[in-house]
């Protein structure tokens, strides 16, 4: 049986469902509540989303700013992992950010919370849910101090619950507005912040559920869009906290608008809000595997190719409770590539640094660098670093 993880693109629609829409409405004329177009790369075709105080919505997914997604399309949700393959840094590489694919997983399996922004009750919710994840899950939770990267929980409108998919760089809003206040909805969000779509936008949901369109409010239609792609993991789940209910944006709501193939399937447990499935928690463990200290250290790449001469550079995403009593070392396979006197360690912003690589003058060649973090109770993390310095 195929096996299909759910964090993967909710963007494709089959057919040509919006095909006839010619051209996207300029940015100054939507007004909150509307319905804009923005191009999608990864679909080739105009999908219509929700401006919401200028942001553009697809149900309780945030898609960026309306602003950016009219002028650079629809980016794709495809959430990456924090550290990359591979960072060329040669001359002839032009940096290069197109907006798409910009999604990552939490580095660490930490996600960093601001709740100076939400309600009372918005933040009781929120707390109660990072403490059901983190019993149940290996991700961790830790209020913000000056950490680059972090949710910050919004209330300030009510009934909006939505969260962008994936950790985005820099701050970014989760909404728990009014009617949002609970454990189950605060963990569904959540689950999108750390990068899971919806459960019956799987690529292979036609085959567990049906879905009648034509009991789907008209402008709803986008909810129920098809993911594609996707890494191999995880069985269908009806149970799964981020399903939707059977009756989900339903014209007539007595008539299911999701319906399992299986007639065994009850369709009272579609949607369910309780807690994370079995399935849920095997997902989130599979794509944050444990942490064997409470130090963490992850390298942006696990490898950097730099020109003869040059220099290569890498962030370093640092969790310690006192960082300021972590040690940054590193050692070199290759004293005659590389020695120490050529990797320096600077300070970026929170809790991200700069390592810089420096190799010897006119040399080439490879070297594997193990870059360490050592905290005040001798807990050592290391990870590597390969570096090839092409001619
Ligand atoms: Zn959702």
């Known amino acids: 049986m195929q096996r299909i993880s759910r964090t993967c693109s909710l963007l494709f629609i089959s057919g040509s469902l919006f095909a006839s829409v010619a051209q996207a409405a300029p940015v100054a004329l939507v007004k909150d509540g509307e319905t804009a177009y923005g191009y999608s790369l990864e679909a080739d075709q105009l999908v219509p989303y929700t401006v919401q105080r200028g942001m553009a919505v697809i149900d309780d997914i945030v898609l960026g700013t309306h602003a950016n997604i009219q002028r650079h399309g629809i980016p794709s949700l495809r959430v990456r992992p924090w550290t990359s393959k591979q960072e060329v840094q040669t001359r002839d590489v032009v940096p290069f950010d197109n907006h798409i694919g910009t999604s990552s997983r939490w580095p660490n399996n930490t996600l960093y919370y601001s709740l100076e922004e939400a309600s009372d009750a918005a933040a009781t919710a929120f707390r109660a849910a990072i403490r059901h994840l983190e019993s149940n899950t290996n991700v961790r939770f830790e209020e913000r101090t000056d950490q ?23 701050a970014q809003d989760l909404s728990l507005g009014e009617g ?39 402008d709803k239609v986008t909810n129920f869009m098809l993911s594609q792609g996707g890494d191999p993991i995880g069985a269908y789940d009806f ?53 064997n200290t409470d130090l963490g250290l992850s390298l942006n790449t696990q490898q950097l190719v730099i020109n003869k001469n040059g220099r290569g550079m890498a962030t370093i995403d640092l969790a310690a409770k006192q960082r300021n009593l972590v040690q940054l070392t590193a050692t070199t396979s290759n004293n005659r590539l590389i020695n120490n006197s050529g990797i320096q360690f600077t300070h970026l912003k929170g809790n991200q640094y700069q390592l810089t690589v420096k190799p010897s003058a006119e040399m080439t060649g490879q070297a594997e660098l193990t870059v360490q973090a050592t905290d005040q109770f001798g807990q050592v993390v290391r990870k590597k670093l390969a570096l090839t310095v092409l001619r």
Do not use: K
């Open 148 to 170: 680059t990267n972090y949710v910050r929980v919004i209330s300030d409108a009510p009934r909006e619950c939505s969260s962008f998919v994936g950790m985005q760089g820099g």
């Open 180 to 218: 949002c206040e609970t454990m189950g909805i605060a963990a569904h969000e959540i689950l999108h912040a750390l990068g899971w779509a919806h459960e019956q936008s799987r690529a292979d949901r036609d085959r567990f559920v049906t879905i009648n369109m034509s009991n789907v409010q008209a």
């Open 239 to 291: 149970d799964s906290i981020m399903h939707y209910r059977s009756s989900a944006f339903a014209i007539n709501t007595a008539i299911p608008t999701i319906l399992p193939i299986d007639p065994n399937i009850q369709l009272s447990r579609l949607g369910q809000r309780n807690g994370l499935s079995a399935g849920d928690r095997a997902s989130v463990n599979h794509f944050y595997p444990r942490l």
